[in-house]
């Protein structure tokens, strides 16, 4: 079946700090890749997405590339802000028959101090 | 776009109670999907729709969940008799299928306690 694993968090840093949340994935397909980000009191907000390997989606800062021999697809940004703190997921869909059911990561909390 | 709209914003109800969560997705999509999100078992995909149609209801946890959608612009979860563990967030979401890649957006959910 398909999966999204992702590191543990939450994650806390300093402002201006360099951030990487770890996302890998398993697939029966070939899938496009998504990071959502949740502030507090907020539902889901698309981040950025990929849909082939080494597509490299950006938004605000963040970044992620679409690793097809790792499976990975990593959420990196250069320089976070207090603003930043939130809830980010990866997920993956694939267009199968069953439609474009989304599978999400448990979500890594990331937590940015002054 | 005003977004996915679901009302109410918060939901306090007694056990035993029926619950009704409403969604409006964006105008012009055509899947929608419930969620449930708490702390213990994280985002969970319940039911979605295609086109007004359920696709896949294994997520609804037990029988006392129904959903419907008798419209394109509308959609309701009715939880019927409520119990304290079904508090949680309840997260509406619509996406157009376009090209190959379907993003989903969501509402800002609906905090269901129930006591």
């Known amino acids: 079946g398909n999966s999204v694993t992702q590191m543990e968090g939450p994650v806390t840093l300093s402002e201006e700090a360099f951030l990487t949340i770890n996302c890998t994935y398993t697939a029966t397909g070939y899938p496009s890749l998504f990071w959502y980000v949740q502030y507090p009191g907020e539902g889901l907000q698309l981040l950025l997405k990929a849909t082939k390997a080494d597509d490299k989606g950006s938004n605000k800062g963040f970044e992620a590339t679409y690793r097809k021999e790792t499976t990975s697809f990593h959420l990196e940004k250069g320089s976070v802000q207090v603003s930043d703190s939130a809830v980010y997921f990866c997920?993956?869909?694939?267009?199968?028959?069953?439609?474009?059911?989304?599978?999400f990561g448990t979500g890594t909390q990331l937590k940015v101090e002054l | 776009d005003a977004g996915v709209i679901q009302s109410p914003r918060h939901e306090v109800t007694e056990m035993g109670q029926e619950v009704t969560l409403r969604c409006k997705p964006i105008?012009?999509?055509?899947?929608l999907f419930w969620y449930r999100q708490t702390m213990m078992r994280g985002l969970e995909l319940l039911i979605y729709?295609?086109?007004?149609?359920?696709?896949?209801d294994s997520g609804m946890p037990e029988d006392r969940f129904s959903a419907k959608m008798p419209n394109a612009s509308f959609s309701t979860l009715k939880i019927q008799p409520s119990e304290p563990r079904d508090s949680a967030v309840y997260f509406c979401?619509?996406?157009?299928?376009?090209?190959?890649?379907?993003?989903?957006?969501f509402g800002p959910g609906t905090r269901l306690t129930v006591t």
């Open positions: 979401a619509s996406s157009l299928a376009l090209g190959f890649t379907y993003e989903q957006y």
């Open positions: 997920a993956l869909n694939i267009l199968t028959g069953g439609g474009n059911k989304l599978t």
């Open positions: 729709f295609n086109n007004n149609v359920p696709i896949d």
């Open positions: 105008s012009g999509h055509d899947y």
